[in-house]
C-alpha cells in the first residue's frame, strides 16, 4: 500500500509543478475552504475539479489519494491506507480524495474519517453518489462547490485574449474567440488545441456512457443507453417528456428510459430544465428541456446535421447561468404563457421571480425582433416580473414598448459584466 501512496504522491507533486488558469470560482474559495464542514467539489469529468482542487491546497500540507487508481481500488484497506498516509506525508493537515465515488461505500469511510477530526477535500464526477448520498449520511456536515468546463471569460483569459472591441479589427478579433468557443466549447485540455476537439470529446463522451454509467450501474443494454444518449445531444435546448422519448426510441420500458436520463443527470452529461409552474404537480408533468454540459460535445456528435446557432446560444447561456449558482428546478426554470409563448429562462429567488431571459441569435429582422418581444412581455405579464433581458450574438440597445423596458446584450458582454 505505500508503494501506491508514493505514487501518489509523485503524481501529486508533479501536477503541483505545473501552471494552471486561475479559474472564477476562486473568488469564494476562502469561505469555501475556511469552513471546517468537508469540502465536496462535484462536477463533469475532465472539468478540472482536481486541479481546482489542488490550486486551493497548493500552499498548505495536504495528503493526496486518487481513486481513479485500480491498484488503489484493488488493495484499499482503511487501517493500511491511513498508516500509509502518515508514512508518506508527516503531519498532514488536510486530506484530498480525488474522484472518491470510484469506491464502494465510500460515504461509511467518509464519514468515520470526519469524525475523527480529519480536513477533507472530496472530488467527483457522480451528483447523486456525492450530493444525495452525502446529504444522507453526512447531513449538515459538508459545504459543496460545482465546477463547469471553463466559461468565456475563463477561456480568453487563459488565451490572454483581449476583451477590447472599440477598432473593427480589435472587435473581429474578440467575435472570433467568442465564436471558438460557442462552437468548441470550454473543456480545459483542448483549449488550445481545437483539432483535437471532435475526437478528445467523442472519446470522452464514450467513456462517461461506458465507464460512469455502463459499467457502474451494470447495465446490459448499453445500446439502448448510448441511443438515448446521442438522441439527447441531437435536441438540445429542445423540451421532451419521458413517454414521447420511449415512444421515438422504441424503449420497451419507460421507467428504464427514466432511469437513464437520471444516469445521464447524474454525471453531468445532461440537465434538464423544468416548465416554472406555481403548482409542482403541474410543473412535473410538463415537458423538460434537454441542455448538455458543452456545446463542444455538438461538434464531436455525429447526429448533428445542421448548424443551429440559435441553439448552441441558448446552452451557452444556460451553462453561464449554472455557473452563477442558479440550480435547476430551485430557481432556474423556463416557461410557457397561457398562448403557448416562450421564456427561455426563469430566474426566482425564494418565492419571487426576479428576471426573465430570452436568447435570440439574430434581432435584425423586424418580425423576428416582435416575436421575441412579445413573447418576452406577455410572459413577463403573467409572472408580474418587469426585469427583461434578451440575449443576442451582437445586437445591445434597450427596448421601450408599452411603458416597460427590455435590456438587449450580447452574450459576451452579459459575460463581461458579470466577471468585471
Request: glycine content about 2%; some cysteine.
Amino acid at each position: 500500500m505505500k508503494s501506491i501512496i508514493l505514487a501518489h504522491r509523485q503524481e501529486r507533486d508533479s501536477l503541483l509543478q505545473k501552471a494552471y488558469q486561475p479559474r472564477e470560482y476562486q473568488k469564494r474559495a476562502s469561505a469555501f475552504m475556511a469552513s471546517p464542514l468537508i469540502k465536496l467539489i462535484t462536477g463533469p469529468r475532465r472539468a478540472g475539479k482536481s486541479v481546482f482542487a489542488l490550486l486551493l491546497l497548493k500552499e498548505k500540507n495536504f495528503a493526496y489519494l486518487n481513486f481513479d487508481d485500480e491498484k488503489l481500488l484493488g488493495k484499499f484497506d482503511e487501517d493500511a491506507v491511513m498508516q500509509a498516509l502518515q508514512e508518506v506525508y508527516p503531519g498532514y493537515e488536510y486530506l484530498m480524495l480525488d474522484e472518491i465515488q470510484n469506491l464502494d461505500h465510500w460515504d461509511l469511510w467518509v464519514s468515520k474519517l470526519y469524525r475523527r477530526g480529519h480536513n477533507l477535500l472530496i472530488t467527483g464526477s457522480n451528483a447523486k453518489l456525492l450530493s444525495s448520498e452525502m446529504g444522507t449520511v453526512l447531513t449538515g456536515r459538508f459545504v459543496e462547490m460545482e465546477i463547469l468546463p471553463f466559461s468565456l471569460t475563463e477561456c480568453l483569459n487563459y488565451r490572454q485574449a483581449s476583451w477590447a472591441e472599440d477598432l473593427p479589427d480589435e472587435r473581429a478579433t474578440l467575435m472570433l474567440q467568442v465564436s471558438d468557443y460557442m462552437h468548441y466549447g470550454g473543456y480545459p485540455e483542448i483549449i488550445n488545441s481545437r483539432e483535437i476537439t471532435e475526437s478528445y470529446l467523442h472519446s470522452l463522451f464514450d467513456s462517461i456512457i461506458l465507464k460512469d454509467i455502463a459499467k457502474r450501474y451494470k447495465i446490459r443494454k448499453t445500446t439502448e443507453l448510448y441511443q438515448l444518449a446521442t438522441y439527447l445531444v441531437s435536441m438540445f435546448c429542445s423540451p421532451f417528456t419521458f413517454s414521447t422519448l420511449a415512444e421515438e426510441l422504441s424503449f420497451s420500458s419507460k421507467s428504464t428510459l427514466q432511469k437513464f436520463c437520471a444516469y445521464l443527470e447524474q454525471t453531468y452529461l445532461f440537465f434538464y430544465l423544468p416548465r416554472y409552474n406555481n403548482k409542482l404537480k403541474l410543473m412535473q408533468k410538463a415537458p423538460q428541456k434537454a441542455y448538455i454540459v458543452d456545446n463542444g460535445f455538438l461538434v464531436s456528435s455525429a447526429f448533428q446535421t445542421s448548424e443551429n446557432r440559435g441553439r448552441l446560444l441558448e446552452n451557452l447561456v444556460f451553462l453561464e447561468l449554472l455557473r452563477r449558482k442558479n440550480k435547476v428546478s430551485e430557481n432556474i426554470f423556463y416557461y410557457h404563457s397561457r398562448n403557448n409563448r416562450e421564456t427561455d429562462f426563469v430566474l426566482r429567488e425564494k418565492f419571487q421571480i426576479v428576471q426573465l431571459i430570452q436568447v435570440c441569435y439574430d434581432m435584425t429582422a423586424p418580425k423576428t425582433a416582435k416575436r421575441e418581444v412579445d413573447s418576452i412581455m406577455e410572459c413577463a405579464a403573467e409572472l408580474k416580473c418587469d426585469n427583461m433581458l434578451i440575449i443576442t450574438w451582437e445586437q445591445d440597445t434597450v427596448i421601450e414598448k408599452d411603458d416597460k423596458r427590455i435590456t438587449v446584450l450580447p452574450f459576451h458582454r452579459w459575460c463581461k459584466a458579470y466577471s468585471d
